[in-house]
């Protein structure tokens, strides 16, 4: 499985940006895709994941009501929805793909078995 984060760049704070991870390979054993984010100097957080085939969603406090998660299985392909944009949201975004959703640890990195290489968000104040 190879994933392929793009969408990033610079957004003034409050506005809005759209992340896209494309992915390819072996797409059958997937079971969940997630973003997590790692901002300079910090440890990778969860954003938020999403069950492949089911949908259903799960958030970090931090971007809920202004995030969102969803994704289109006939393009192989998941989104973030990012609005009301603030600067501490700034951080390189990763997306990750799990094979067995285990949802009391879906907000684990150790959960995931695949990355991709990140795509930079910038908000500026």
């Known amino acids: 499985v190879q994933l392929q984060a793009s969408g990033g760049g610079l957004v003034q704070a409050g506005g809005s940006l759209s992340l896209s991870c494309a992915v390819s390979g072996n797409t059958a054993g997937i079971d969940f895709m997630g973003w997590y984010r790692q901002a300079p100097g910090k440890q990778r957080e969860f954003v938020a994941a999403?069950?492949?085939?089911?949908?259903?969603?799960f958030y970090a406090d931090s971007v809920k009501g202004r995030f969102t998660i969803s994704r289109d299985n006939t393009k192989n392909s998941v989104y973030l929805q990012m609005n009301s944009l603030k600067p501490e949201d700034t951080a390189v975004y990763y997306c990750?793909?799990?094979?067995?959703?285990?949802?009391?640890?879906?907000?684990?990195?150790?959960?995931?078995?695949?990355w991709g290489q990140g795509t930079l968000v910038t908000v500026s104040s």
């Open positions: 999403v069950r492949w085939n089911v949908g259903s969603t």
């Open positions: 990750a793909a799990g094979l067995r959703a285990i949802l009391s640890t879906i907000r684990r990195p150790s959960s995931y078995d695949y």
